[in-house]
């Protein structure tokens, strides 16, 4: 298995555009979650889904923020408008059933300018 | 869920032992003790997990005192490839766990 996919790995984009992350589960891991990492405030969860249901989106920032699982291999986070202080690396990771492990995937570095 | 206090940072000679500990005088009686790792540009890498046994791996070792207020990540043979964040976590298990994230500690492994 190829692990958790994330694109793009990297994304520049402007003030006030639309930016959409996209991530590929393992194959057979029903949980997801999105998180952001910045120097300030580290790792935070931002929504996860089980069995492409979202469960908690608690940590989702504001409305600008949406996220869909709208099926088990695939699932998109969207930032609209985005805005500088958005800029963070955006990591997806799955879990199978109740495993103990989380599996990452390698990011996606967003810079919005 | 129970909180961690760990140290910032701490170092390490290439070969020798790493011990990192983690402070979790709070947790209750079903919280695991877990251990994850960020190498720099990589999302966070599951370690290890314990309850209260002594847990080993390919990867490392989890020491848990006896009174579980406290565990030692034990890697035996430091590489710099260890060079990472080394992240603590206590949760209870199952559908709802997941793993919160705080500072950890930073290791640095030097030649």
């Known amino acids: 298995d190829a692990g958790v996919i994330q694109s793009p790995r990297h994304e520049v984009t402007e003030m006030g555009q639309e930016v959409t992350l996209r991530c590929k589960p393992i194959s057979g891991h029903n949980s997801l979650f999105w998180y952001r990492q910045t120097m300030m405030r580290g790792l935070e969860l931002l929504i996860y889904f089980n069995n492409n249901v979202p469960i908690d989106d608690s940590g989702m920032p504001e409305d600008r923020f949406s996220a869909k699982m709208p099926n088990a291999s695939f699932s998109t986070l969207k930032i609209q408008p985005s805005e500088p202080r958005d800029s963070a690396v955006y990591f997806c990771?799955?879990?199978?059933?109740?495993?103990?492990?989380?599996?990452f995937g390698p990011g996606t570095r967003l810079t919005v300018t | 869920d129970a909180k961690t206090t760990q140290p910032t940072s701490m170092d390490c000679a290439e070969g020798r032992a790493a011990n990192l500990p983690c402070n979790h005088s709070t947790i209750s009686g079903n919280e695991y003790v877990y251990w994850y790792r960020q190498i720099h540009s990589q999302g966070p890498q599951y370690i290890i997990h314990g309850l209260k046994n002594n847990e080993t791996n390919e990867m490392a070792s989890l020491i848990i005192t006896e009174d579980r207020k406290s565990s030692t990540l034990i890697l035996p043979h430091a590489t710099l490839r260890d060079t990472a964040v080394y992240y603590c976590?206590?949760?209870?298990?199952?559908?709802?766990?997941?793993?919160?994230f705080g500072r950890g500690t930073s290791l640095i492994v030097h030649p």
């Open positions: 976590i206590v949760r209870v298990p199952g559908g709802s766990y997941i793993p919160t």
């Open positions: 990771a799955t879990r199978q059933g109740n495993s103990y492990e989380q599996y």
